[in-house]
T-cell receptor, first 112, second 114 residues
Framework: DTGVSQDPRHKITKRGQNVTFRCDPI?????LYWYRQTLGQGPEFLTY????????KSRLLSDRFSAERPKGSFSTLEIQRTEQGDSAMYLC??????????FGPGTRLTVL | AQTVTQSQPEMSVQEAETVTLSCTYD???????LFWYKQPPSRQMILVIR??????QNATENRFSVNFQKAAKSFSLKISDSQLGDAAMYFC???????????FGTGTSLTVIP
């Protein structure tokens, strides 16, 4: 069990560019979650997958955001036409049948 | 939507002493789960302790214990014999029995004074 991993750990981009983040969950976990965390705040739910199906999306997830989980393994989160307000830590978490979510180290996005 | 409130943005404790972090939540559901997560500086969030609402007994994990008051919708975390490694941001979180979303509070930053 190597834990949840995320790549890259840091991303600096210019406004208007597209970025993509990757999350590799714990191998036997069928549920995968994306959160966004801004400074001084707790994580805010973005979206949730059970296997390859995206079952819930927050209204925080605008049309510029898209997430996929092909084959129910790793997941990607893409942000198109980034804005300065997208600057945040993007956290991925996974779980199996228990309610405990295990978090990755996060990807810190800075939009200049 | 459920809300989770942590009214203490910052707390400090002397090493080896005991500290209690507060958390309240708002829900109309009877079955749910509550969690405390720890987020050390620049490190990933890890689970400290969890509590099922249907269990009356308070959860305990080594030096960490909770005081779960269901009627008051209160879920405080007690850290005994505080250690320097306990310094971190602590988040309280709620998950309903049927939902998949976690709702997090705004966190309490704990400083441990040597």
């Amino acid at each position: 069990d190597t834990g949840v991993s995320q790549d890259p750990r840091h991303k600096i981009t210019k406004r208007g560019q597209n970025v993509t983040f990757r999350c590799d969950p714990i191998s036997e976990h069928n549920r995968l979650y994306w959160y966004r965390q801004t400074l001084g705040q707790g994580p805010e739910f973005l979206t949730y997958f059970q296997n390859e199906a995206q079952l819930e999306k927050s209204r925080l997830l605008s049309d510029r955001f898209s997430a996929e989980r092909p084959k129910g393994s790793f997941s990607t989160l893409e942000i198109q036409r980034t804005e300065q307000g997208d600057s945040a830590m993007y956290l991925c978490a996974s779980s199996w049948l228990t309610d405990t979510q295990y978090f990755g180290p996060g990807t810190r996005l800075t939009v200049l | 939507a459920q809300t989770v409130t942590q009214s203490q943005p910052e707390m400090s404790v002397q090493e080896a002493e005991t500290v209690t972090l507060s958390c309240t939540y708002d829900t109309s559901e009877s079955d749910y789960y509550l969690f405390w997560y720890k987020q050390p500086p620049s490190r990933q969030m890890i689970l400290v302790i969890r509590q099922e609402a249907y269990k009356q007994q308070n959860a305990t994990e080594n030096r960490f214990s909770v005081n779960f008051q269901k009627a008051a919708k209160s879920f405080s975390l007690k850290i005994s014999d505080s250690q320097l490694g306990d310094a971190a941001m602590y988040f309280c979180a709620y998950r309903s029995q049927t939902g998949n979303q976690f709702y997090f509070g705004t966190g309490t930053s704990l400083t441990v004074i040597p």
